[in-house]
């Protein structure tokens, strides 16, 4: 038991008032699909959440301050011991309500409704493109950010503005495809595709502050480059193998989900570490 006050409870994350204007981020490893928190927990996903996140937003701060943004880490090291590797201190800011989402190709969600409308919301997209198909340039398609057991919904653009306004609307979307830019280069150097992935942002006084986890295989989806081949699902290393086997396993969503069997855990906790790994050119310990 953590001896600080809750403050909230998510899918992965507990979070913890660490007095003033810090906030404790515990990350666990219990794993979401599909809206679900899933009855098995993975060995050690709350370490590589955290620690990835770490390295990125070291990575990401010129990129950031480039917008005259900053990044919520205070710091991973000063935290209690009990949660050691797996919790970051950070500054508690007053999120704003947009999922922001860039993709970079088309897969998942994106590309069912590109099927049925040629679009992802208001971004038209050429015809003829496939699951797996690089996008001409990375696009900004929003989310709305649901609760616990409610879905994300794609919003159009306008729908942003009248969520944050106009200018911090484009802010968003410029700083969103930036950052996505940036991490697309260095997992390229690394042999990984970024297909995907989402940022949240807050405010601390006046200023855009990137907070919640960054580009981890929760959040994003991380191809193998050597493999990347359009017209089918890509391998993977994020959460998507967990998301296939519930599909394949005859799970009706509207029930309470399976139990993961050990293979597909291993497999899943395998897939972590690698793009932990792999992105940072660090042993996972």
Same mark, same amino acid.
């Given at each position: 038991? $953590?001896?600080?006050?809750?403050?909230?409870?998510?899918?992965?994350?507990? $979070?913890?008032?660490?007095?003033?204007?810090?906030?404790?981020?515990?990350? !666990?490893?219990?794993?979401?699909?599909?809206?679900?928190?899933?009855?098995?927990?993975?060995?050690?996903?709350?370490?590589?959440?955290?620690?990835?996140?770490?390295?990125? %937003?070291?990575?990401?701060?010129?990129?950031?301050? *480039? %917008?005259?943004?900053?990044?919520?880490?205070?710091?991973?090291?000063?935290?209690?011991?009990?949660?050691?590797?797996?919790?970051?201190?950070?500054?508690?800011?007053?999120?704003?309500?947009?999922?922001?989402?860039?993709?970079?190709?088309?897969?998942?969600?994106?590309?069912?409704?590109?099927?049925?409308?040629?679009?992802?919301?208001?971004?038209?997209?050429?015809?003829?493109?496939?699951?797996?198909?690089?996008?001409?340039?990375?696009?900004?398609?929003? *989310?709305?950010?649901?609760?616990?057991?409610?879905?994300?919904?794609?919003?159009?653009?306008?729908?942003?503005?009248?969520?944050?306004?106009?200018?911090?609307?484009?802010?968003?979307?410029?700083?969103?495809?930036?950052?996505?830019?940036?991490?697309?280069? $260095?997992? #390229?150097?690394?042999? $990984?595709?970024?297909?995907?992935?989402? %940022?949240?942002?807050?405010?601390?006084?006046?200023?855009?502050?990137?907070?919640?986890?960054?580009?981890?295989?929760? !959040?994003?989806?991380?191809?193998?480059?050597?493999?990347?081949?359009?017209?089918?699902?890509?391998?993977?290393?994020?959460?998507? %193998?967990?998301?296939?086997?519930?599909? !394949? !396993?005859?799970?009706?969503?509207?029930?309470?989900?399976?139990?993961?069997?050990?293979?597909?855990?291993?497999?899943?906790?395998? #897939?972590?570490?690698?793009?932990?790994?792999?992105?940072?050119?660090?042993?996972?310990?």
């Amino acid at each position: 038991m $953590i001896d600080l006050p809750l403050v909230a409870r998510g899918k992965v994350r507990e $979070i913890y008032d660490a007095g003033g204007d810090r906030l404790l981020l515990v990350a !666990s490893d219990r794993i979401s699909a599909y809206d679900w928190v899933l009855p098995t927990p993975i060995p050690d996903k709350g370490r590589v959440l955290t620690q990835l996140s770490v390295w990125w %937003f070291e990575q990401l701060t010129p990129v950031l301050e *480039s %917008f005259g943004a900053t990044h919520h880490l205070v710091g991973a090291a000063d935290v209690p011991p009990q949660v050691a590797g797996r919790a970051m201190l950070v500054r508690r800011l007053e999120m704003l309500p947009v999922e922001c989402v860039a993709r970079g190709y088309l897969s998942g969600g994106g590309t069912k409704e590109y099927e049925r409308t040629g679009s992802i919301r208001d971004v038209v997209l050429p015809a003829g493109l496939v699951e797996g198909s690089q996008l001409p340039v990375p696009v900004f398609t929003p *989310s709305t950010k649901a609760e616990i057991g409610e879905h994300d919904e794609p919003i159009d653009f306008p729908r942003v503005v009248s969520l944050v306004g106009a200018e911090r609307a484009d802010q968003l979307r410029e700083l969103t495809l930036a950052l996505y830019r940036r991490g697309a280069e $260095i997992a #390229r150097d690394a042999g $990984i595709v970024l297909a995907d992935t989402k %940022f949240e942002f807050g405010l601390a006084g006046d200023g855009l502050v990137l907070g919640d986890e960054v580009l981890t295989p929760d !959040s994003s989806r991380f191809w193998p480059a050597e493999t990347w081949s359009p017209g089918a699902v890509q391998p993977s290393y994020d959460k998507q %193998f967990v998301r296939d086997w519930l599909t !394949s !396993s005859g799970w009706d969503r509207g029930s309470e989900p399976p139990e993961l069997p050990d293979d597909v855990v291993a497999a899943t906790r395998e #897939r972590y570490v690698t793009a932990y790994e792999k992105l940072t050119g660090r042993p996972f310990s």
